[in-house]
């Protein structure tokens, strides 16, 4: 067989029924069959449809749990002037899940789609018992939800908590039902399953990144269609990896397009204030408490965690496939670069750090395109082709320019926010300021425990350092 990603190998219709066992080691992704990537040609890293809405009556207790939570409107715990009613009625919660039993996971093996349902339900209940806890109680997850916990992520090779994938990618379903020659779901015909908030500005927050992640299959199908010419690698090729990099170009404007429409449907007080407290993980807490994952050391399989961050951007498997495709992960992970080789690294460790926190058969997925032989970057430096240059380089600008549109979101929704006062329960916005009781802007914390603006800041700019000049 050919070492190459061509057609055959490079996207498929996902295998979402595959039987998953014990974590293993890396496969050979130079041999990798298609269905291994989970990477569908109508949605791409999206599954081509909902994903299970609900779990078999067997595991009904953890389902009702959930709904419960949701209709009780549980308020975040550390809310300002949280009345006592609301106090109560969240600890009364709390307390029948530490008193729920311990399930069994063995059958939720036999099927991907119940293990990620399970750890979609059991990782909602996980951040509303943390978050709604007082600001003063120890963070303890009980049994009954941390041991099905780590042993579904163990099978699912995730962390024990929720994740991008949680939220965006298996967290939608139709508005209405699609029309039967639909080749993929309508951008706007999408509605998410759960939320934490049941505000309309939460829902609005997941769907713009499922709708990149829709519109991303643009770009992958040109990803496959210009490894396909590399491989012939012809004066005519050239030409025409030159056309469908033009062409990738206009579909990352478009994904730009999409995440600033985050603007028209959330409301950045509401999102700072009220959302994003829920995704926090353990190493996004500004009170700096450690989960304590309870029965854990009744299960010698086990292994305390030690991956906790919470949801975020950073695990879009198609932000990191284009960063790979085009060159610029290994361009700016390179330790070469004049005074910035602790940055680097550094950058490059959050990034490696986000990759496990997505499904397994995406990161097989970015393994195999990161296998690739013939590189991009490496055809386009060696072409000496100043059509095939320019068009390379206005798709790394076109990427330098999503990442604007990202600092601009950034802005809008935390760096603003955290600079005003915050008002107590009962009003719209019900945030303390933890920023300016526990940190500068500069320090802020993005729900992957990095420090926000300055690792923002240094992945734009090294996207820029990724354009190429004549020789």
Not at 451 to 468: P, S
Request: proline share 8%.
């Amino acid at each position: 067989m050919d070492n190459h990603l061509g057609s055959d190998h490079f996207l498929s219709l996902p295998r979402p029924d595959i039987l998953v066992g014990p974590p293993t080691g890396v496969p050979d992704t130079t041999t990798l069959a298609a269905h291994d990537f989970d990477v569908d040609t109508r949605t791409g890293f999206m599954p081509p449809q909902p994903a299970l809405s609900r779990l078999p009556p067997q595991w009904e207790t953890w389902e009702s749990t959930l709904d419960e939570a949701i209709s009780l409107k549980l308020m975040l715990g550390d809310t300002p002037g949280l009345a006592e009613g609301e106090k109560t009625k969240s600890e009364s919660w709390r307390n029948r899940v530490r008193n729920l039993p311990v399930l069994p996971v063995d059958d939720l093996k036999k099927s991907e789609l119940t293990l990620r349902r399970a750890h979609h339900v059991l990782g909602w209940i996980m951040h509303f018992y943390i978050h709604s806890l007082p600001i003063d109680a120890p963070v303890v997850i009980p049994r009954p939800i941390s041991l099905p916990m780590l042993r579904v992520s163990e099978q699912l090779q995730l962390p024990p908590l929720l994740t991008y994938s949680d939220d965006v990618l298996y967290n939608w379903e139709y508005k209405s039902a699609p029309g039967t020659a639909d080749r993929a779901p309508a951008l706007d015909n999408l509605r998410c399953q759960t939320l934490f908030t049941g505000t309309t500005d939460e829902e609005e927050f997941y769907l713009s990144s499922a709708r990149i992640e829709l519109k991303g299959v643009d770009a992958l199908e040109l990803m496959q269609v210009i490894m396909d010419e590399a491989f012939v690698g012809d004066d005519i090729a050239m030409r025409r990896i030159a056309s469908y990099l033009t062409s990738m170009s206009t579909v990352i404007h478009e994904l730009r397009t999409l995440l600033l429409s985050a603007r028209d449907g959330c409301n950045p007080d509401i999102f700072y204030h009220r959302i994003r407290p829920w995704f926090r993980g353990e190493d996004s807490d500004p009170l700096k408490r450690k989960w304590v994952f309870e029965g854990i050391e009744e299960d010698p399989t086990l292994r305390v965690p030690t991956e906790l961050s919470g949801p975020s951007a950073g695990q879009s498997s198609l932000v990191h496939a284009l960063d790979i495709f085009l060159g610029v992960d290994q361009y700016s992970h390179s330790s070469s670069l004049a005074g910035s080789s602790s940055t680097t690294a550094t950058k490059s460790a959050f990034l490696d750090r986000m990759q496990q926190y997505m499904p397994r058969h995406h990161r097989t997925f970015l393994n195999h395109l990161s296998s690739n032989p013939r590189p991009l970057r490496s055809i386009v430096t060696g072409a000496n082709d100043p059509a095939l240059l320019e068009a390379y380089n206005t798709a790394v600008l076109a990427l330098k320019e999503f990442r604007d549109a990202h600092m601009i979101i950034v802005t809008l929704y935390i760096i603003g926010p955290s600079r005003k006062p915050a008002p107590s329960a009962g009003t719209s916005v019900i945030r303390p300021d933890f920023e300016k009781d526990y940190g500068n802007v500069e320090s802020l914390k993005g729900t992957g425990g990095t420090e926000l603006v300055k690792f923002l800041k240094d992945v734009r700019n090294r996207t820029v350092g990724a354009v190429l000049h004549d020789s």
